[in-house]
């Protein structure tokens, strides 16, 4: 599934753990196919894509949950486009910007891991980092925003302010009270829902309650619960 939209992005997430940068190795040079859906679809289709990309999502599990000892990419969930991607003459894109959401097998268990790659201007491999982990529905710059409100209710409510002993565990989508619409942008027009978010937070496991609703702007208001 593709959905498109735009993004402010800010490549740094502001979590709790460092982000996990890294680039994408070069692929093998293919036969060039001038349309650039389609180079497009090429490219994250390749076996040195979705290798790299499992290799980052087991990461991002293992930071996640490292009582599993054993986690396995599964398949692409979704693949969400917020800056269209645009090839020149070399393998890599030269503008774009994309989430990679990625099934993993937790030992047994699903999980998903969310990756942002963002093309380099001189043709380099794009820059790549995990995101909040799990189905939420927010951009990554909603997730920063939210993640300042966690923080500061960890620190206050749950007397938690050491930022390296909190690790986010998941996120799931838990109550539409209103049906989602998006634009014909890709933006999200309407609707209200619920989210779990879950971390782990000075050894104890703590679920936060996100809030959401379209503001009528292309954008969304949010208020944390704990």
Not at 173 to 182: D, N, R, T, W
Request: proline fraction near 7%.
């Amino acid at each position: 599934m593709m959905r498109f939209g735009r993004l402010a992005f800010a490549l740094v997430l502001a979590s709790t753990q460092p982000v996990l940068a890294q680039t994408v190795p070069g692929q093998p040079a293919q036969a060039p196919v001038q349309d650039p859906a389609q180079r497009f679809q090429a490219y994250v289709t390749s076996e040195a894509y979705k290798s790299t990309l499992g290799q980052l999502a087991i990461m991002g599990e293992t930071t996640s949950a490292p009582e599993c000892k054993e986690h396995k990419p599964q398949e692409r969930a979704s693949l969400t486009i917020y800056g269209a991607p645009l090839f020149q003459t070399g393998m890599h894109p030269v503008a774009g910007l994309w989430v990679d959401r990625i099934k993993m097998d937790r030992c047994g268990a699903v999980s998903f891991q969310n990756i942002i790659l963002q093309a380099q201007k001189d043709g380099t491999p794009p820059r790549a980092a995990l995101l909040m982990p799990g189905t939420t529905m927010t951009n990554p710059p909603m997730q920063n925003l939210i993640m300042k409100d966690v923080l500061a209710g960890l620190e206050k409510k749950k007397k938690c302010a050491d930022q390296s002993q909190i690790v986010p565990v998941s996120t799931k989508m838990e109550k539409e009270s209103k049906p989602m619409k998006l634009d014909g942008k890709g933006m999200i027009a309407e609707g209200v829902w619920k989210e779990s978010w879950t971390f782990k937070a000075c050894g104890k496991t703590v679920t936060a309650t996100i809030d959401l609703a379209a503001d009528g702007k292309g954008g969304l208001t949010h208020k944390v619960k704990m």
